[in-house]
């Protein structure tokens, strides 16, 4: 037992632990790694929507600068005016979205544009440009060296977004700006539709937005990690284009479904290895009690055995001294040594056929039989024990009983195993009275008593092995704890059971069925209410 409850404190207080920091560690390592390939998954689809991106940043970024260099070959500041109306020829195909050309001579003090020429006919927006770029827009404009580089300003002026390519020229001694105004709704229209054509091998959603986060252009899409935005490099640099790959959602979506179904296992893992923990626990402590329960038996049975040898040795000497006078005192002793010899053989007996049963040995041997004379075999067998203590044993079985199937010996023992229990917990009592009476199919033979009953709480637990009930602790019966066990494996065995019926004042009635075989006898035979 102490072997068994260090092992039970092992397993407690290192096993568990143990277990519960592997089930942790197996679940923060399953996470982990998992959350590992969801990043790398992702790492892979953002760098792929970058390059999309880019792509496309690029594409249109290239679309307005060859326009501008279009305008650079052509517009010749000295003469501007054939510049112009080469230009207005050339404008609608060669630079759609630019409105307007203007040149601007830096060399003055007022710098005044001395030439403007606009693809449509001269109106007030032409003219409120002509003033913005002079008060608002030039001031912005990078003007030192080198001077022939081609510059961008992308500046909103009201609530309107202004895109203006523009370029230094020097010239007969002076210096020349010269601007292209371009038409940013049409680079809207006209351009940004270029973007989201579906030429990559992705499927992606595009949006383009503005400074303050407003849609120019496209779809509002999701800001997760997975949508990647990017400015442009040169021309429209205050406006960010984003991608967002159809693949990206699904990958969302798939790594959600992934993490439930990861969490679902890891509990479910750590749910078994708990409750497997729980079971062996369980089962431990059942072996534990077990355990005791094996060892209050040995010492029951080593004092059941001793007790009946003792008095066989103490009354075998009297005789054997030859000090005992008269006849009758010398048959009286006689009768205690059979008498106890039957008690120490029928308590073997029981203990033989127990470790039978226990090891699965127990073997019936079926024939057909008449209940009563099973019966009134017991009685017999009892019925010296009952005389020395002064009780009558009444068989009462009815006269119409049919025959049983059944192991006449095993049903002997468990009747006699229910008769001295009876005349053992029922000390007071005058009488046990031993019923027999066929019932839906079942002969049921009881054994009544006018002894203390049985505890509600015990009525169950007094047929498992080796449990004894509060009527044998409190008035401390000697006994072994296997008999009831056993008579219940011979019900079972029978094909029927045993039960105990007890109000718990007064007296206990013990109820054992066997199967019947057949209808009931003709003839009346079985002694009836008769005292023995
Ligand atoms: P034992 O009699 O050796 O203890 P049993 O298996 O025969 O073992 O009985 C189990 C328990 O049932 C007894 O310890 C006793 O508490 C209770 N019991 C059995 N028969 C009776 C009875 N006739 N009256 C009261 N209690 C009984």
């Not at 494996?489 to 057949?518: K, M, N, Q, Y």
Request: include cysteine; glycine fraction near 8%; charge should be positive.
């Amino acid at each position: 037992m102490a072997e068994g409850s260090r092992r039970e404190r092992w397993i407690t207080f290192l096993l568990l632990p143990a277990l519960v920091l592997s089930v942790l560690v197996l679940t923060g390592i399953t996470f982990r790694s998992g959350f590992q390939l969801e990043r790398l998954r992702e790492r892979s689809v953002v760098e792929a929507t970058l390059a999309l991106v880019s792509e496309k940043v690029d594409r249109l970024d290239k679309r307005i600068v060859e326009q501008d260099a279009v305008l650079v070959q052509l517009m010749v500041p000295e003469e501007r005016d054939v510049s112009s109306a080469e230009w207005l020829k050339i404008a609608a195909r060669q630079t759609p979205t630019v409105r307007a050309t203007l040149i601007v001579d830096l060399s003055a003090k007022d710098q005044p544009v001395i030439s403007f020429a606009s693809r449509s006919a001269a109106g007030p927006e032409d003219e409120r440009f002509r003033r913005l770029l002079i008060r608002s827009i030039l001031p912005e404009l990078k003007l030192e060296p080198p001077r022939g580089e081609l510059r961008h300003l992308h500046r909103s002026f009201g609530d309107q977004s202004y895109l203006v390519s523009y370029w230094q020229r020097d010239a007969d001694g002076r210096r020349y700006l010269v601007v292209a105004w371009h038409d940013v709704a049409r680079i809207v229209h006209e351009l940004f539709p270029s973007l989201a054509e579906r030429g990559d091998r992705q499927q992606s959603r595009v949006n383009v937005v503005d400074e303050e986060g407003r849609i120019v252009f496209g779809p509002p899409l999701s800001r997760g990690g997975l949508t990647v935005g990017r400015a442009f490099d040169s021309t429209l640099y205050k406006w960010t284009v984003n991608v967002s790959l159809s693949a990206s959602e699904e990958l969302a979506e798939a790594a959600a479904r992934r993490r439930v179904l990861e969490m679902s296992l890891v509990g479910l893992s750590a749910a078994v290895t708990l409750g497997g923990l729980v079971v062996i626990l369980l089962a431990l402590a059942r072996e534990r009690k077990l355990a005791h329960l094996k060892s209050d038996f040995i010492a029951n049975v080593s004092h059941e055995l001793k007790t009946p040898l003792s008095l066989v040795r103490m009354f075998g000497e009297l005789l054997q001294s030859g000090r005992v006078d008269t006849e009758a005192k010398r048959q009286q002793y006689l009768q205690i040594i059979v008498s106890e010899s039957e008690r120490l053989g029928a308590l073997i007996e029981n203990v033989l056929d127990f470790a039978k049963v226990e090891r699965g040995h127990a073997g019936y041997e079926f024939s057909r039989r008449q209940v009563g004379e099973v019966l009134a075999r017991a009685v017999d067998a009892c019925h010296l024990r009952a005389d020395r203590e002064g009780k009558r044993l009444v068989l009462d079985v009815a006269p119409d009983l049919p025959p049983a199937n059944l192991d006449e010996r095993a049903i002997e023992i468990a009747v006699i195993n229910l008769i001295d229990n009876a005349l053992k917990y029922a000390p007071d009592g005058e009488q046990v009275t031993i019923t027999a009476r066929e019932r839906g199919g079942f002969i049921e033979v009881r054994v009544i008593d006018q002894g203390p009953g049985i505890a509600p709480e015990d009525r169950r637990r007094i047929f498992e092995r080796f449990v004894r009930g509060k009527s044998a602790a409190g008035r401390q019966v000697r006994g072994s704890g296997i008999g009831l066990a056993l008579v219940k494996h011979i019900a079972e065995a029978h094909g029927g059971a045993i039960t105990v019926e007890s109000p718990g004042i007064s007296g206990s009635e013990f109820v054992l069925s066997v199967r019947s075989a057949g209808p009931p006898r003709a003839r009346p035979s079985a002694a009836r209410g008769e005292p023995r």
